[in-house]
């Protein structure tokens, strides 16, 4: 039984996917920007 990726061509599986990498992005960039970011100044200090 093969895969049949024509049953996910709808966009409304693209916008899934865009809202969860989108997610995501932010989520790495506000835990860099809260974490990682303050960590390295005060380990600079």
């Known amino acids: 039984m093969a895969f049949d990726r024509s049953a996910y061509d709808h966009p409304a599986w693209w916008t899934a996917l865009g809202t969860g990498v989108g997610y995501l ?21």
Do not use: D, H, K, N
Not at 26 to 33: E, G, H, K
């Open 25 to 45: 992005l932010i989520l790495a960039v506000m835990t860099a920007a809260l974490f990682l970011i303050p960590w390295l100044i005060f380990s600079a200090l």
